[in-house]
């Protein structure tokens, strides 16, 4: 078996194993029964795997891992090359949860043709400090906070892709970061509970690809979708071809793409 056949595998098997359990009444409660997302072998492991990337030794980086042939998201992509036409030809992602930049590196070459790519992670300290030694570039940033990152850039999209689900009051960030009036929002690989209520679960990752568990929400689709009415319009919503095991009940990742609601003065 070459090595594109052992990943391809390896990343079927890490689909199968990873599982969702309990509906826990409180984020402290399940904080106690889990590791957290702090624990150093996630951010030692995706390091690994990026600077795989970052040598020519892999096509790019998801979840920790590397990956020998390159698979491009172009529901992502239609996103952001529609956010660059809306701007002249300038695309400027701020990425939030955005680890060591592994999306930046999976996207870099088809974006090529912009004329100006800035794409700013905003992330937990360790990844921050690492990414700034690791990775950054002249496209490539790092910031600790939303606000570090807004003061020295001006971004067109916020990109949250796989990491709503993971914090502990998704709607409370969403209605703070959307009063920053950034154009375009792009929701990815995001989890909803087809029970139509938020439920609290915690997700449990195997131990042959790091041993941790951690909070991850399964959110209500009609109180997301909420969120956005007033201020933004939905362009288009979709299917991730995300799955995992959802103890109990059913669950499906969604992309959405939102843009900001303009009032006629704008469009003139």
Request: contains cysteine; hydrophobic residues 40%.
């Amino acid at each position: 078996m070459n090595i594109a056949d052992r990943l391809k595998q390896t990343f079927t098997g890490k689909r199968a194993s990873i599982r969702f359990t309990g509906d826990f009444k409180s984020w402290e409660e399940a904080e106690r029964k889990s590791t957290g997302y702090s624990a150093p072998q996630i951010l030692e492991k995706t390091r690994a795997a990026l600077l795989k990337v970052k040598a020519g030794q892999a096509a790019f980086e998801r979840d920790s891992m590397a990956f020998a042939t390159m698979e491009h998201d172009f529901s992502l992509l239609a996103g952001l090359l529609r956010a660059a036409a809306a701007d002249h030809g300038r695309l400027s992602i701020l990425d939030f949860g955005g680890s060591l930049g592994g999306t930046y590196f999976q996207c870099r070459e088809f974006l090529s043709p912009i004329d100006v790519l800035r794409w700013s992670v905003v992330d937990q300290p360790g990844h921050v400090a690492c990414g700034k030694t690791d990775f950054a570039n002249e496209e490539l940033k790092f910031y600790g906070t939303i606000a570090e990152c807004l003061r020295e850039q001006n971004p067109n999209v916020l990109l949250l892709s796989g990491v709503l689900q993971y914090l502990r009051e998704p709607y409370v960030f969403l209605e703070n970061v959307l009063r920053g009036g950034i154009p375009c929002v792009i929701v990815e690989r995001t989890a909803f509970n087809d029970a139509g209520r938020d439920r609290l679960t915690i997700q449990h990752v195997p131990p042959w690809l790091y041993d941790a568990s951690y909070p991850a929400w399964f959110l209500s689709e009609p109180r997301f979708r909420k969120v956005f009415e007033e201020k933004y319009d939905l362009v288009c919503a979709y299917v991730s071809d995300e799955q995992a095991p959802l103890e109990g009940g059913k669950a499906v990742f969604k992309g959405f793409h939102f843009e900001r609601k303009t009032t006629g003065c704008e469009r003139l």
